[in-house]
């Protein structure tokens, strides 16, 4: 385990925690590797149903990209560094429900490593912004794709132009956000969220987050057609028998993960 991310089981929900506070948890390469390795064994895991991540301390769920590692980056070193694998589409992609649980700070990459994840629960005290313009930049973390799918054009074009950060309940108003917790709360009410959907067949879990994330890339027409055959796909599965079969006998479904 990495001294920068720390990872903690609760149950079948595992969470990892970027541990960086005296930098408000920015992304650097250390982070990045260590997500996509502990990313790679928590998919083979069939102890972990959901995975949650935040950000260490009480101030900073991840102020963006390390912008020390852009000091002296040549072009080249710099699209060697974004190649794939990528934090953020393996969380897109992930074969699990990932949660972001966001304490604080959501900034550049962190609030595009926030939007790659299929739930965003914040505090209240949770701040929300892409300030790479103040850089001279623009999002690389998939930010400027992933967020007027989330949010719209618009305001998309108002946060990225501007670089202004948002405060949680104006980033739900828009759709950023999910869920805003009193930020005391934040932890335990993230934490229930997580076992509730952990507590469901892992199996139907990974399809239902594979037809709804297909709605981002696929037409319509086609979307709802791959939606038929991935609902076909778990028509023959034991979990559907055995929900369907509680159902009738009015008791707890026993999911098994076929
Ligand atoms: N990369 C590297 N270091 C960062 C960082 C980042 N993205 N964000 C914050 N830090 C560091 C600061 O340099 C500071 O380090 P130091 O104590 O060694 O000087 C420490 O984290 C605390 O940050 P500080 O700026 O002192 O806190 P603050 O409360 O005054 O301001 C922010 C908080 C988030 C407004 C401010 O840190 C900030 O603007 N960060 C950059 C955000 C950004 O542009 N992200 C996109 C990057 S592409």
Sequence with gaps: MSDVLLVERDGRVAILTINRPDKLNALNTEVRDAAVKILGELAEDDGVGVVVITGAGEKSFIAGAEIGEFEGRTPFDQRDAMSSPRIFD???????PVIAMINGFCLGGGCELAMSCDIRVAADSARFGQPEIKLGLIPGGGGTQRMPRLIGTGQTMRLMLTGDMIPAAEAKEIGLVE???????LREKTLELAHKIAAKSPLTLKIAKEAIRAAERLPIEDGITYERDLFCLVFSTEDKAEGVKAFLEKRPAEWKGR
């Design 90 to 96: 393996l969380m897109a992609s992930f074969p699990k």
């Design 179 to 185: 869920i805003v917790h009193p930020a005391a709360e």
